[in-house]
């Protein structure tokens, strides 16, 4: 497969695209290291990974050491707790130096000109295949309601937005973390551009420590990038809602937005449109890859009446012209409730595209308000929520497999989703740092 020659064509004088507006997604000035860098220790998972797991970012420091890397570059947020303001304001200003420093030096240099990064990632799961690109803001909303094209999956958490903003603000680089998800069932651009990766460029091709597989990254440049960029334009235009979901890192980027609202207060309409912070480097990655895994992640309520439970949430379903049915069959129910020996699993009718989670999220909100003693907790493994009710110290809530497909639709109709609605992938399998974009001209 490969991406139609004719996108960008100009026949009878005629731009078949210049009538589209600009996509959210755009070519971008690209940073990476010099050749002679060990790609190994330079690339680090996300900064929001193991940050119950000390041991882990010690390993990372361990096996960095001196060498040129990413680490140096970010904030892990396991410190973010555990840091009083002044360690985080000189954690902040040593990111800053060395980002300095790694500019100043050529430790960094740019290898992509106003173009994309195709990246073709190797997990325990298999191949996923993603482009770098920057992302518009102007065009990315976080708040409920919002009509933008690109949307958060899940509910913002404004307080967790300050500390970021103070970590991007003042930097000469970011690096992205961030993955945005692509509703492309017919997969039209990034497989399309996979098939034609061995005419591209070779930027990297490395092992990822801590077990993270392996990455490879590939430059499209040129008449490529044009034809990418307008395969996007003709995309969003095709889509009358939502176009891109925050899948990973949506307070990151929340983070962004916030930055470049406040920058652009003191520049004027034509400063506003190339400026640097308008934009942030983020992956894309179609929603259909079947290496892209989602897993749901299950409800445990402590201290709590399993009966009253499950029978509220059938009279807060009926109150909204949906019901609760009771089947036999474990492994097509939409949510199991187990406490102790007890086990009923459901079925939810008439649900007009909500998806399970968000109902049952929002009956426990509306629930917790009348039994303030009882204690919400979310667990990712099916098998330790199962022993906590077995156990007696809570009723558990077993969430049916989550269906991706229905992720669009479902943010259409609710707005966004609850927290800890899913989970894309394990932790090993998120995405590390690599490339990298200047924030200032």
């Keep these: 497969m490969e991406l139609q020659k004719n996108n960008t064509s100009q026949e009878n004088g005629m731009d078949h695209t210049s009538y589209l507006p600009e996509a959210s997604l755009r070519p971008a000035d690209i940073l990476l290291p010099d050749m002679n860098v060990d790609m190994k220790k330079w690339a680090v998972i996300a900064c929001d990974q193991f940050t119950a797991q000390p041991e882990y970012w010690k390993r990372v420091e361990d096996y960095v050491q001196d060498a040129p890397s990413m680490l140096r570059l970010i904030y892990p947020e396991i410190y973010l707790n555990?840091?009083?303001?002044?360690?985080?304001?000189?954690?902040?200003?040593?990111?800053?130096?060395?980002?300095?420093?790694?500019?100043?030096?050529e430790v960094l240099k740019e290898r992509v000109h106003q173009g994309y990064v195709l990246t073709v990632r190797q997990t325990s799961v298999g191949e996923r295949i993603?482009?770098?690109?920057?992302?518009?803001?102007?065009?990315?909303d976080y708040h409920v309601g919002t009509d933008a094209p690109v949307r958060a999956t899940?509910?913002?958490?404004?307080?967790?937005?300050?500390?970021?903003?103070?970590?991007?603000?003042?930097?000469?680089?970011?690096?992205?973390?961030?993955?945005?998800?692509?509703?492309?069932?017919?997969?039209?651009?990034?497989?399309?551009?996979?098939?034609?990766?061995?005419?591209?460029?070779?930027?990297?091709?490395t092992e990822l420590m801590?077990?993270?597989?392996?990455?490879?990254?590939?430059?499209?440049?040129g008449v490529h990038a044009e034809r990418v960029s307008a395969r996007l334009q003709q995309m969003e235009a095709a889509c009358p809602g939502i176009f891109l979901a925050v899948g990973d890192g949506n307070h990151s980027l929340a983070s962004a937005k916030t930055c470049w609202e406040n920058a652009k207060k003191d520049l004027t309409e034509e400063e506003r449109t190339d400026h640097p912070m308008r934009y942030a480097l983020v992956e894309a990655v179609n929603l259909y890859s079947p290496s892209l895994m989602f897993y749901p992640i299950h409800r445990v309520l402590y201290n709590c009446d399993d009966n009253t439970l499950a029978n509220g949430f059938a009279e807060y379903l009926k109150k909204q012209d949906m019901r609760l049915a009771q089947t036999d069959d474990d492994a097509q129910a939409d949510v199991t409730f187990l406490y102790k020996e007890n086990k009923s699993s459901y079925k939810i009718g008439n649900r007009a595209g909500h998806l399970p989670v968000e109902l049952l999220q929002k009956y426990l909100d509306e629930y917790l308000k009348e039994y303030p003693e009882q204690e919400l907790d979310y667990v990712h493994s099916e098998a330790a929520a199962e022993r906590i009710a077995k156990d007696g110290r809570g009723c558990a809530m077993i969430l049916g497999a989550f269906d991706k497909s229905s992720l669009f639709d479902a943010i259409e109709a609710g707005g966004v989703l609850p927290r800890k609605t899913f989970s894309i992938g394990e932790d090993i399998q998120k995405r590390y740092y690599m490339e990298c974009r200047k924030l200032t001209k």
Excluded at 84 to 91: E, F, I, L
Excluded at 155 to 175: D, F, H, N
Excluded at 210 to 221: F, K, M, N, Q
């Design 82 to 105: 555990t840091e009083d303001r002044q360690a985080y304001t000189d954690r902040i200003a040593a990111i800053q130096n060395e980002m300095s420093a790694y500019l100043k030096d």
């Design 154 to 205: 899940e509910a913002t958490v404004k307080e967790r937005i300050p500390v970021r903003v103070g970590i991007r603000e003042g930097a000469s680089l970011e690096s992205p973390h961030v993955m945005v998800l692509m509703d492309d069932p017919k997969k039209q651009l990034l497989e399309a551009l996979y098939e034609e990766r061995m005419s591209f460029e070779k930027l990297y091709d």
């Design 210 to 221: 801590e077990d993270g597989g392996h990455v490879t990254g590939y430059a499209v440049t």
């Design 130 to 140: 993603g482009l770098v690109a920057d992302l518009d803001l102007e065009k990315y």
